[in-house]
């Protein structure tokens, strides 16, 4: 707790956690193609700001249920709020960046 007192007195603003939780049926070309996509997309924009949980949804198919997930692969992005989802491979990166709202998050880091 006491280092993040320290940052806020400095006048640096905490960077925002990206927690994402990405759904899958097993290990799928289009399973690993979403996480490969999803990683790569990260490390791009939202680089040591971010982390990705995998549920793999045959391994625990009762956590489909708290995000109300129809559909594989799905990602859902639990923080910031609100809650947003993107079903598919994620290959899109534009698709991905407007589904998140990443690009107005990026715009105000860089004062756009």
């Not at 793999?56 to 923080?79: E, F, H």
């Not at 598919?88 to 004062?111: H, K, P």
């Amino acid at each position: 707790m006491g280092e993040q007192n320290a940052k806020q007195e400095s006048g640096q603003e905490p960077q925002a956690l990206w927690l994402l939780k990405l759904y899958v049926a097993g290990q799928t070309p289009k399973s690993i193609a979403a996480f490969a996509n999803l990683k790569r997309i990260c490390e791009t924009h939202l680089k040591g700001q971010y982390q990705i949980e995998v549920v793999d949804l045959l391994v625990n198919p009762t956590l489909a249920k708290g995000d109300q997930i129809v559909a594989v692969p799905s990602l859902v992005r639990q923080l910031p709020p609100p809650v947003k989802k993107i079903i598919g491979d994620l290959a899109s990166e534009e698709r991905v960046l407007v589904g998140l709202d990443l690009r107005s998050a990026q715009a105000v880091q860089t004062g756009e």
